[in-house]
């Protein structure tokens, strides 16, 4: 589904489009992604655009929110679980300014970026492998 000849897709269809993205990982990957939780919302919340020090809500498209993989101990008090956050109308809007790139495709981008947070890698690594591959 292209949604370029449709209505902008709800919050629900964006949840099952990073399901379908989530689901397509290569083998392994959901499973080491272990208890992360994805969550789509139309926008971050003024709090965590304001602990980013970022002011227009549609610069962030994605959200990692936990301790990564790399920095758990089994010795700490169970923690909560990692979530992901896609944010819907960013996403929407930048799919929409590229008009190069399906949406299920931005979204898989969005969220395996993410994914990599959760692994423990920074921006810079995320770019470096995005530029490798």
Known sequence: MTWSDRPAPS?????LLAKQAFDAL??????L????????????ADEVLDS???????????LYQGVDLGRRSVLDPAAEPSRIFLYRRPILDEWAERGDV??????????????????????????RIEDEA
């Open 102 to 127: 399906p949406l299920g495709e931005l979204i898989s981008h969005v969220l395996v970026h993410e994914i990599g947070h959760h692994f423990g890698l920074s921006d810079d690594d995320i770019h």
């Open 33 to 44: 992604s272990g208890d992360v939780v994805i969550r789509v919302d139309d926008f971050p």
């Open 52 to 62: 980013l020090g970022i002011e227009d809500p549609f610069e962030l498209t994605g």
């Open 11 to 15: 919050l629900d269809d964006f949840a």
């Open 26 to 31: 290569p083998d392994g990957f959901p499973q």
